[in-house]
C-alpha cells in the first residue's frame, strides 16, 4: 500500500462572489471552527457510472466496466476515502483496477493510498511534478484544518510514481468503454485534466469550475485564467457533445450553465484589461468590484477574487508553459 500524506498551507486572499455577479457580500471561513462535514451519498449517473458526493474533499467519480473499476480521485482522508470503496464493494465485486486524478490538491488526492496497490494510477504529468514538489494547495471548503496535516506546509512526496503520467490527450479502453483524459494547458493549476465519458455525455472536470464562487486560480501551481477560458470553451466546442460537466466541489450542471460561466469569466477578464490598459491600479480594480479587505482573525480566509487574479497576470505578463509529453513507468 503507498502510504503518503499531502500537507496543507492555510491562505488569506480576497473576497468570495457568486459568479457573474459585480460584487457580493464576503464569505468568510475560519479554518479553526470548520463546517459540518456532509453526508457520503452515491449518485446514479448511469450505464455504470457513479458519483461519491459528500464527506470532507472531492466528489469522487466511478465507473464500473466489464471486467474492473475506474475511479476518479479520492476524498481528503482515508477514512473517507474507505467508505467510498466500500460503498464500490456494495455495487460491484470488480477490482478497482485504474485511479485516475483530475490535478493535484490535497482535497481530491490525499485519500489515494486507500486504493489498491494493483490499481493503475494515472496523472497529468505536471500533477505529479507538483506533488513531488510538495506544493500548498488552497482551502476550498469550510473544513478544519487538521483533516489536511498538522504541519503549516505541505511535504512533498518523493514515493509517489504513478503508473502513467501524461500531457495532452490520453485515450483508454476499459473493456468495451472509451474513456478520455486530457490535460489542454494551465487553468486552476498547470496539471488539470478532464476525464470524458465520450458515449455517455459525461465528463469530470475537476476545479475547473466552482458553481457561485469566482474561478480559484492556483498561481504559484502555474494556473492561468485565460488557460482555464480556452479549457472550458474547448469543452464547450467538443464532439460528441459533452452534456454534463461534474465538478470537484458541485451537483453536475450542463452545458447552459457552463456557457454562462465562460461568459462571466471573459467580462471580468475584459474589463480588468481595459483597466490595465487605461493604466489603473490594484487598489481601482478592488474599488471597481467592490472588493473589501477580509476581516481580521485567527484561522479567517476569504476566497480569492478573479478580478484580482487577472490583474496580476496581466501585469506580469504571464504566459502557460509549453505542454509535457507523455510519460509511461513501470510500477
Not at 242 to 270: K, N, Y
Not at 272 to 287: C, H, I, P, R, S
Request: glycine share 10%; with cysteine.
Amino acid at each position: 500500500m503507498r502510504k503518503t500524506t499531502i500537507g496543507f498551507l492555510l491562505l488569506c486572499a480576497a473576497a468570495l462572489i457568486s459568479i457573474g455577479s459585480p460584487s457580493g457580500s464576503s464569505q468568510v471561513f475560519n479554518y479553526f471552527e470548520g463546517g459540518r462535514k456532509p453526508d457520503l451519498e452515491i449518485v446514479k449517473m448511469g450505464g455504470g457510472l457513479y458519483l461519491a458526493k459528500g464527506e470532507w474533499g472531492a466528489n469522487v467519480g466511478f465507473f464500473v466496466g466489464d471486467d474492473g473499476v475506474f475511479v476518479i480521485d479520492s476524498k481528503t482522508t482515508a477514512g473517507a476515502t474507505r467508505k467510498v470503496v466500500k460503498e464500490i464493494r456494495k455495487i460491484t465485486s470488480k477490482p478497482i483496477t485504474k485511479v485516475a486524478f483530475t490535478h493535484s490538491d490535497s482535497d481530491c488526492f490525499n485519500g489515494y493510498d486507500v486504493y489498491p496497490a494493483t490499481a493503475e494510477i494515472i496523472c497529468s504529468l505536471r500533477s505529479r511534478q507538483e506533488l513531488a514538489k510538495g506544493l500548498w494547495t488552497f482551502l476550498e471548503m469550510n473544513a478544519p484544518s487538521d483533516i489536511y496535516s498538522s504541519g503549516p506546509t505541505s511535504m512533498p512526496m518523493p514515493d509517489f510514481l504513478p503508473a502513467v503520467s501524461f500531457g495532452g490527450q490520453l485515450n483508454l479502453w476499459f473493456g468495451s468503454e472509451t474513456i478520455e483524459l486530457f490535460q489542454y494547458g494551465s487553468a486552476h493549476t498547470s496539471g488539470d485534466v478532464v476525464i470524458r465519458f465520450p458515449a455517455r455525455g459525461v465528463a469530470f472536470i475537476g476545479d475547473l469550475v466552482f458553481v457561485h464562487h469566482d474561478p480559484l486560480i492556483q498561481r504559484h501551481k502555474g494556473g492561468y485564467s485565460f488557460g482555464l477560458v480556452t479549457t472550458l470553451s474547448i469543452l464547450l466546442k467538443a464532439q460528441p457533445e459533452i452534456r454534463t460537466f461534474i465538478p470537484s466541489h458541485a451537483d453536475p450542471i450542463d452545458r447552459d450553465e457552463l456557457g454562462a460561466i465562460v461568459r462571466s469569466i471573459e467580462e471580468i477578464q475584459a474589463k480588468v484589461l481595459a483597466m490595465v490598459d487605461e493604466g489603473k491600479t490594484l487598489d481601482d480594480v478592488k474599488k471597481a468590484f467592490q472588493i473589501s479587505e477580509a476581516p481580521k482573525a485567527a484561522g479567517n480566509w476569504v476566497w480569492p477574487r478573479l478580478a484580482e487574479t487577472v490583474y496580476q497576470e496581466l501585469t506580469e505578463r504571464r504566459m502557460p508553459e509549453k505542454m509535457p509529453t507523455i510519460e509511461r513507468r513501470d510500477r
